[in-house]
Each structure stands twice: as C-alpha cells, then as structure tokens.
C-alpha cells in the first residue's frame, strides 16, 4: 500500500502514518520500533522512518499502554516479508 500505519489496541484507532520504508523488494533491512512513555518511533537502517505520541483522552481511551503486544501485518494476496533475530528489550 506505501505507507506504515501505527494502531492503537483496542479499537485499532489509527495514531499515525508513514511512507513504507522498506519497499525494495529482496533487501535486508534493520528496524527499530522505541516506545517511551506515550511517545513511538519507526527507524529502519538507523533513519527516523515515521514518529507519534498518543495524547488521545485518557478519559476515554485510557492511558497509553505499559505492556501488551506487537503485530505485524503484510496487506496483499503476493506480499510476504521475513523476519529475524527478533528482541524486544527494555531500554534503561
């Protein structure tokens, strides 16, 4: 599709969109997703791909979230993409 969407569960409330960094087909790329606090970065080969912070009211979506889970969607009937020497780690 071109772009990186960033989604916030539940709801899957769209926070932020991006250009799709990583679109040549057949390359390696090194991606980082940082979260700190309500604050979220894509960086892929070291360069800020896509950024947001998630100032929705707490009030009615709650605080942004401390724990949870990371998804990964490939959209299109031939898109596929390979993934390795996957980590998550706490940044001090």
């Known amino acids: 599709t071109g772009v990186t969407n960033w989604r916030r569960n539940p709801g899957l409330i769209l ?8 679109a040549e087909i057949g390359r390696m790329y090194h991606v980082s997703i940082i979260k700190h606090d309500s604050s979220c970065q894509l960086q892929v080969d ?9 100032n929705l009211d707490p009030n009615q979506y709650g605080l942004p979230p401390s724990t949870g889970k990371v998804g990964f969607r490939a959209i299109g009937a031939r898109a596929v993409f390979r993934i390795s ?3 998550i780690s706490t940044v001090k």
Not at 15 to 22: E, F, L, S, W
Not at 46 to 54: E, I, P, R, V
């Open 85 to 87: 020497d996957f980590r």
């Open 15 to 22: 926070m932020g969109q991006g250009a799709d960094p990583c």
């Open 46 to 54: 070291g360069m800020l791909a896509s950024s947001f912070t998630d």
